[in-house]
């Protein structure tokens, strides 16, 4: 749809303030029209301008502003792109651009605008978000087999948008030409005003002729719109521009902002009576697409009021007896940069919502968010079929949350903006409590952790509940409570309904093992397999390492248990193989710890790696004791590990000497390493040795010739190293 609601048009306004004596009298045309509010005859008008001189960045950047304005995403791509390529870009304009080039469907390029931007202005986290999640775009693209989308039969050429429950139907808001809508048209949409419209429902995606609701609409200027019911549908809170009794109220900008306001049902004269603004209206700025909750108690909307998160953020209002709190920013779990719009409410506590600053397909997409532990969070993008790389709003859907309507200006539609139905596969939840296995009593603050979910604390009650999760899927579960020992369990979604479980946890009465995979040179590692065994049973206990890299086990006194630690290959031709560590409680007391730290390194073919102090004496080439160790404790347990792997054993000197003598000192080196790690079982056919001398320097400290090396000693150390190079792993 065009701005009025949508965009909300929050533009500085500054009317084009350049010097005037400088500008054409197209131009000074032009900007009298944007400071009315005529944008379309602003762009017509700076259109002929831009043609006539193509180098008239000033004309360009006020036509590619016109064009965002009244969402003419075509149009905004091209005047902002020639804008972003200029020498010396604004900053605005390449976000513009990017925005833009997303919005027509040009997520690769935009992204690379984005990145540009990034660069430009490094704390604006719109566009970081969409450079470090563009992997995630793929994955939105691919639609949502939860959803299955719809146009209805009352969409027309004109705008049909923002549906909401009524009865036996639904109210939505619309400029159509019929049943007496309003024929004046506003200059900054160049359109008709918005009414309010009742259509009765015949089945999922068929309506009666939409008839304009009675009572609420006595103005002939202005904007209606974006409405919410009682539950009884007595009371409606809906958005209009500021107009009162016939008079407008005007800001300081000598804009009409929008507001809220009240009516209440009268049956007898079947119409709506007593309009009232919302008590924290204000003239300076938006109020607009009020939410109700079922008890109609709590009032989702959206302002644009200074102290916010950005352009609009989503507000929540609590009604204290018959009076409205004021209204409490939702805060950045919720809102962003950007443009935050159209808050829903649905009868389960999700909160939906449009946004164009969290990560999106282009224009604004539909979000979803839940309360859980006291805050907003886990806000999901609902992805296609929902969102599109246009302007994706207006999302409703019935008390069982299974059909439902979105608003969308996607290609395709029949006007600027259309209604869809949707069907909805319904999201599940694991829900139970948790408890002392001895006492059976119930353990609050326990900590859920379910892999790819925010985690979660169980209540007071000790009970919990993980939404939302797929049907079918089996998911781990992993409860844990200072005092006591961790469980795991596996939970399989059913077809319907949500899985309950009750989780038993056991005091830590025994002996407990801590075992901590790390992933050398990059920290904690999430996803290894770590396998316990019971050396005296055979009983073996599985489990996968979270966030903190970690696993814990309860022990019994006087046992042995072996420890085995793998990970999934991190690519292929890399393997992190397996480690194996033993453990013994023999002669420990119960309750008592222990801690196993294990590192996994991946290994790839074609890598070199660096035998770590792997020294030689001056001139000779014959292992010493330190380097025998060194080769033990490195390369053998490789070797052994990965049985078919075979190797170049390469060693290098320093610039010092002559190239010929430490070519021929190198390759002896590594001839004697490999004799050495032959001697310890090691077969030959797995290993070639290979001398480098100073051909392969790993700091430029060269010393040949003419040239003198300023190079201190330890840097010349750093280039006498031993290595080798994986030829093949497996």
């Known amino acids: ?222 904007h209606d719109g974006s409405a919410t019911f009682s539950a009884d549908f007595n009371e409606i809170y809906f958005t209009r521009n500021n107009y009162i009794k016939s008079k407008t109220q005007k800001s300081a900008d000598g804009v009409v902002k929008l507001e809220v306001f009240k009516a209440t049902y009268n049956s007898v004269e079947n ?31 959206i302002l644009d009021m200074p102290g916010g998160e950005g352009e609009t953020d989503v507000y929540v209002s609590y009604k204290e007896g018959s009076n409205w709190g004021a209204p409490i920013n939702l805060g950045k779990q919720i809102n962003t940069a950007g443009r935050e719009m159209f808050p829903y409410i649905a009868e389960d506590g999700s909160l939906f919502f449009s946004s164009d600053g969290w990560m999106g397909l282009g224009g604004l997409d539909v979000f979803e968010a839940r309360y859980e532990n006291g805050k907003w969070g886990n806000t999901e993008n609902l992805g296609a079929p929902i969102n599109s790389s246009k302007d994706d709003f207006g999302y409703v859907m019935n008390s069982e949350g299974k059909l439902g309507y979105v608003s969308s200006n996607r290609e395709g539609g029949s006007g600027e903006d259309d209604i869809y139905s949707f069907t909805r596969q ?131 006194p006087n046992s042995n248990y072996e420890v085995t630690v793998t990970a999934p290959n991190p690519k292929e031709g890399c393997s992190y193989g397996s480690e194996v560590r033993q453990v013994t409680t023999i002669g420990k007391a119960a309750p008592s710890n222990i801690y196993e730290q294990v ?30 160790q060194q080769l033990d404790n490195f390369v053998v347990p490789i070797m052994n590990k990965y049985p078919n792997m075979i190797i170049e054993l390469r060693s290098h000197t320093d610039c010092r000497a002559t190239i010929a003598y430490n070519a021929k000192l190198s390759q002896n080196r590594a001839t004697s390493a490999v004799a050495y790690l032959i001697s310890r079982g090691l077969s030959a056919s797995r290993m070639t040795a290979k001398g480098y ?13 003419t040239v003198k090396s300023k190079c201190t000693e330890l840097e010349h150390q750093q280039n006498r190293r031993t290595e080798f190079k994986i030829i093949r792993l497996r």
């Open 426 to 556: 319904v999201k599940q939840c694991i829900e139970g409590f948790v408890y002392d296995e001895k006492s059976k009593e119930r353990i609050a603050d326990a900590k859920i952790e379910i892999i790819n979910m925010t985690d979660l604390t169980s209540n007071a009650k000790g009970e919990f509940k993980a939404c939302p999760l797929k049907a079918g899927m089996k998911y781990q579960v992993t409860v844990s409570k200072k005092g006591y020992r961790n469980n795991i369990i596996e939970v399989s979604i059913p077809s319907s309904g949500n899985a309950k479980v009750e989780i038993p946890l056991k005091k830590k009465e025994n002996i407990d093992l801590t075992v901590t995979v790390t992933e050398k040179d990059k920290g904690l590692m999430k996803g290894a397999l770590i396998t316990l065994t019971d050396k005296k049973t055979g009983r073996t206990f599985p489990c996968k390492t979270l966030e903190d890299g970690s696993c814990i086990f309860g022990l019994q």
């Open 599 to 628: 590192t996994l390194v991946a290994l790839c073919e074609g890598e070199i790696v660096e035998i770590p102090n792997i020294y030689y004496d001056l001139n000779k080439f014959n292992i010493r004791p330190d380097a025998a």
């Open 1 to 222: 749809m065009k701005p009025i609601y949508k965009s909300i048009i929050l533009l500085l306004f500054v009317f084009f303030a350049t010097d005037l004596s400088a500008q054409s009298g197209a131009e000074k045309a032009a900007n009298r029209a944007f400071a009315d509010f005529k944008f379309n005859r602003t762009i017509e008008i700076l259109q002929n301008v831009v043609d006539k001189n193509p180098n008239n960045l000033i004309a360009k950047e006020k036509l590619a502003d016109a064009y965002r304005i009244v969402n003419n995403t075509e149009g905004a791509e091209v005047m902002y792109g020639a804008l972003a390529i200029a020498s010396s870009p604004k900053p605005s304009n390449v976000f513009y651009y990017a925005q833009f080039l997303k919005s027509n469907g040009k997520y690769e390029e935009a992204t690379k605008y984005f990145d540009i931007y990034n660069k430009l202005m490094p704390n604006d986290v719109r566009a970081n978000e969409n450079v470090t999640n563009a992997s995630k775009m793929e994955s939105l693209l691919s639609v949502n087999t939860a959803y299955s989308l719809s146009p209805i039969n009352i969409n027309t050429s004109a705008w049909e948008f923002s549906p909401v429950y009524f009865k036996d139907g639904i109210v939505f808001v619309s400029n159509r030409g019929k049943d007496g809508a309003i024929k004046r048209i506003d200059n900054w949409t160049n359109s008709r005003f918005f009414d309010l419209f009742y259509a009765k429902k015949i089945s999922d995606n068929v309506f009666d002729d939409a008839k304009k609701i009675k009572g609420i609409q006595p103005n002939r200027k202005y």
């Open 693 to 705: 001398g100073e051909s392969e320097l790993k700091n430029g400290c060269a010393c040949e010739g």
């Open 271 to 301: 119409k709506w009576v007593d309009i009232t603004p919302f008590a924290f209206n204000n003239k300076e700025y938006n109020i607009a697409h009020p939410t109700l909750s079922k008890d109609g108690k709590t009032m989702y909307f």
